[in-house]
């Protein structure tokens, strides 16, 4: 019986009212004069009873249930039973909602590709802090938005990541105001709110984009949290600091809502009325409690500043000032108005985003009014929250007027969002008392619907009803003003219609379009997010992008921009390819040598135009390679070229050969795989990360020019390295093409002084080994046709076995066996000492051909080339250095009966 006086101790805590009962804050549901008698029960005979259940069981030690214990059966049936009496089918709701959204309109979490904003943080969600080391931007310094997307991108891939942050937004918001609402008034209406809110056009379009509208909306909304959790919580103190850290999280992610701060000391107030305890106070709180309140909240907001600062110098080094500078700096030097606003007020009457906000409002002062006249009293929580609500409107409208536009755009008025719903949960919405759940549950259902039927299909209604917002206004001021005059239950359910219908029609200004255009968002991001990682792991780690695009004609003209804009690169990019000139006015352009132009396009013969056009204005191109990006039959390609200085331009020649040396590639590892697939090549690395896998030595050349490798084919999975190493096993450059990609095209330019040895391709990623199929590599030399083939390049037959007919094409045809030939002469008496090689352009139609350079005096074979594919083949034969005099030779290889080529054209090239 030991046991007995702790198990009654912990019972009569049962009935001792706590903030976290429905009826703590503040009255809600119960007035204040009531609540001391509350608090005050006594315990009744029931209240004995109930105690009395939990006097332990004092059975003899030998009984069965101690002795054997619970069967496993038991044991099942209770933490079932546990399950079942914890869960709260209210959270199952929310939890579904952002997926019946899905499934309603797939396009909800993905942005629409024309507004600029939010693709800048896509991109720095992937590549961040790379190119913000490069050039810093306002975009790159708002942190707390872009550290969980950052995190999520190095789980997913971009558009899943995106899918997954915009689905966590959503969660986030619809359980905060699930919570805030439930401690203010009861469960139903804290459901009932949470889905009007979930399922309202404006709240949706802000948790489907990248912009910072979602994220400012968790942190506004978790403030709050924290702020109502510090009055019950047993170490209130830390639920304060946590919320000075939320409110600092939302003013480093927008700096302009800093404006809203008072909005947390007027929520903190009404929920922390020190009724009980005695001397002074300043609005029911006593000095001394609002005075350490305020200072854990600004504790909050230094530690958080602090980290924010750690991470600035850890990405920048020490030195680089205050990490929110440019945020700070480029609203002070707009000055006192806003150059992006539209001026006057016109664009009031059709900003289908200041419905909700202006009713509630309206609703606000009716209530306010109804309280001070005493027909329907408000509890101070809920005073509280109306005129939070108030302020941060009020608030926002002058700015609105004097910094001309704060609420023009529904990406400023989302922040309002949850504002506007906490204030319509304590007035218009709280439900009915002993309502039937099954009644309930259609309210609920049909609220949902309403709110998201234009959501069904894109184009189902006309735009915002934008010349008739006007019923807009009507059918939600008579659903939010209902509830006011009535209690019965028919208005109430007639209200929950009202504003749910009220919602229809309504579509956010941007930058969401699932309301409008029917396209396939993820396929989209999958490929804006392929070609930024492409574009990021392709050019050199210190070398920023500019882009050449069309902007305007393509018909993928939205996507290029997209990828333009997660570099933040639209300010110095080129928009109307051919021309040239910077944004969409064609500013002047001008470009110094080395800077990395990148053409989009469908087209893959895009280079020799930009070429031309750029070497006009003396800024001439060099290519250095092509990708393809393609996902669900769109496809476009991303030409990677650099500026090269005109004066070697200059010196360079018309003709370029390519030399193909993939016969040439080895294995690097034993725990690597070559093998030949057909004509192509595949290289399995080991999973080791930078182990080397293959590798082709570069045939030595002689040339005072640049050289250029280039390498055709697809990576299947992980991450490739492809680099050139010097005779001293240095990288002079080095490539990485992520998988798993489609078609790549790559260029490794190679200085005469480079001293470049060998072609390395190796293991760039970390998760194991990475495969890539090669379907050609060639080296790309500057050369000139040389004189030298005797007879014009005519083929002659050299014995009576072999037929050659004259001119080109030339065909040559073996009668029978043994060692027939057919042959054209080579001079080369005037020979200097650079590089020649004969190209052939052949079809053999039947057997093996081996074509060979032969000395005149030794007769012997000093290189040769085995052709029979059966298709047109292109090869080049080196001539060996020194050889002045000989001959090329055709001959059948093995029987030879019957053998048969086709020469199209033989050409004799000199490397310089």
Request: hydrophobic share 45%.
């Amino acid at each position: 019986m030991v046991d007995y006086p702790f198990v009654c101790g912990n019972c009569l805590l049962r009935f001792r009212p706590t903030v976290e009962s429905p009826n703590a804050l503040c009255g809600s549901g119960v007035r204040q004069a009531e609540q001391p008698k509350v608090a005050q029960r006594r315990l009744t005979q029931v209240d004995v009873d109930h105690v009395n259940l939990f006097v332990p069981n004092m059975s003899p030690i030998d009984s069965p249930a101690i002795a054997g214990g619970r069967s496993p059966q038991r044991i099942v049936e209770g933490v079932l039973e546990s399950v079942k009496r914890h869960a709260n089918i209210h959270h199952l709701v929310l939890l579904t909602v952002p997926w019946l959204l899905f499934l309603i309109n797939a396009n909800w979490p993905y942005q629409a590709l024309n507004p600029f904003d939010p693709w800048y943080y896509f991109g720095h969600f992937i590549h961040f802090p790379h190119y913000q080391q490069l050039n810093p931007t306002y975009a790159g310094e708002r942190l707390p938005w872009l550290i969980p997307g950052i995190l999520l991108n190095r789980i997913f891939q971009p558009a899943y990541a995106e899918l997954a942050l915009h689905v966590c937004c959503y969660w986030i918001a619809l359980f905060s105001l699930y919570y805030l609402l439930r401690r203010l008034t009861n469960d139903n209406t804290a459901l009932l709110g949470s889905i009007l809110m979930g399922s309202h056009p404006m709240f949706i379009g802000a948790n489907g984009s990248t912009y910072l509208e979602g994220g400012c909306i968790v942190y506004l909304l978790l403030t709050f949290v924290c702020l109502t959790r510090s009055r019950s919580a047993s170490v209130p103190d830390a639920w304060l600091i946590a919320a000075g850290a939320c409110w600092a999280g939302l003013a480093y992610t927008y700096i302009f809502w800093i404006v809203l701060t008072p909005c947390c000391l007027i929520f903190y107030l009404s929920i922390s009325a020190d009724s009980e305890i005695p001397g002074r106070r300043l609005l029911g709180v006593s000095p001394t409690r609002l005075l350490a309140a305020t200072g854990h909240f600004l504790v909050g907001g230094l530690l958080i500043t602090a980290v924010l600062q750690s991470i600035h110098m850890a990405v920048h080094g020490a030195g680089h000032g205050f990490f929110f500078l440019y945020n700070i700096a480029f609203p002070v030097s707009l000055g006192a108005s806003n150059p992006f606003a539209e001026h006057g007020y016109g664009w009031v009457s059709s900003n289908g985003s200041l419905v909700f906000p202006s009713i509630a409002l309206g609703v606000c002062i009716a209530s306010i009014v109804l309280h001070y006249s005493g027909l329907r009293p408000l509890v101070r929580s809920s005073l509280g929250v109306i005129w939070t609500y108030i302020y941060g409107f009020l608030i926002l409208v002058f700015f609105t007027v004097y910094r001309a536009g704060i609420l023009q755009s529904s990406c400023h008025e989302s922040v309002l969002i949850p504002l506007v719903f906490l204030a319509l949960g304590v007035t218009a919405l709280p439900a009915p008392k002993h309502l039937p759940s099954g009644q309930f549950a259609t309210v609920l259902g049909l609220g949902f619907f309403i709110s998201t039927l234009s959501l069904w299909k894109a184009g189902l209604y006309l735009n915002g009803l934008s010349d008739r917002l006007w019923v807009h206004y009507l059918v939600a001021m008579i659903g939010a003003m209902l509830p006011l005059l009535s209690a019965r239950r028919w208005v109430w359910v007639a209200s929950v219609a009202c504003l749910s219908g009220a919602s229809f029609g309504l579509v956010p200004e941007w930058p969401s379009a699932a309301w409008t255009t029917n396209y396939n968002g993820l396929s989209a991001s999958i490929r804006i997010g392929d070609a930024t990682k492409r574009i990021e792991a392709f050019l050199p780690y210190d070398k920023y992008p500019i882009f050449w695009i069309d902007a305007f004609s393509s018909p993928y003209s939205l996507e290029y921009r997209a990828i333009m804009c997660a570099f933040v690169a639209h300010g110095v990019s080129m928009w109307r390819y051919p021309k040239i000139g910077v944004g969409a006015s064609a500013a002047p352009a001008q470009y110094l040598p080395g800077t990395q132009i990148i053409l989009i396009s469908q087209r893959r013969d895009t280079f020799e135009q930009a070429r031309s056009a750029m070497a006009e204005v003396g800024m001439p191109l060099r290519l250095t390679g092509q990708q393809l990006v393609s996902r669900d039959n769109v496809s476009y390609w991303l030409t990677f070229t650099e500026i090269v200085n005109p004066a070697e331009e200059a010196g360079a020649v018309n003709e370029t050969i390519r030399l193909p040396i993939a016969e040439g590639l080895q294995s690097s590892s034993e725990k690597a795989t070559l093998e030949r697939v057909g004509q192509s090549w595949r290289v399995i690395t080991s999973p080791q990360q930078w182990a080397y896998a293959a590798a082709i030595p570069l045939p030595a050349i002689q040339s005072g020019r640049r050289r250029t490798i280039r390498i055709r084919g697809h990576v299947v999975r992980g991450k490739v390295g492809f680099g050139l190493l010097n005779r001293s096993g240095q990288y002079s450059m080095e490539q990485f093409v992520d998988g798993p990609a489609q078609t790549t095209e790559i260029s490794l330019p190679a200085e005469s002084t480079d001293d470049v040895a060998t072609l390395m391709i190796r293991n760039g990623g970390s998760d194991g080994p990475s495969e890539v199929v090669l379907d050609s590599i060639d080296i790309a030399v500057a050369a000139r046709k040389a004189i030298g083939l005797g007879n014009d390049g005519r083929i002659t037959a050299r014995s009576a076995g072999v037929s050659a007919s004259s001119g080109r094409p030339t065909t040559i045809v073996w009668a029978g066996a043994g060692s027939d030939t057919a042959s054209v002469p080579l001079f080369l008496n005037q020979r200097a000492n650079g590089a020649f090689y004969l190209e052939v352009k052949a079809q053999v139609r039947a057997g093996k051909i081996n074509v060979e350079v032969l000395d005149h005096n030794k007769k012997d074979n000093q290189e040769s080339r085995v052709l029979g594919g059966g298709t047109a083949e292109d090869v080049f034969i080196r001539v060996p250095a020194g050889l002045k005099d000989g001959e090329f030779s055709f001959h059948a290889v093995g029987a030879g009966a019957g053998a048969k080529i086709i020469v199209s054209d033989l050409v004799l090239w000199e490397i310089i």
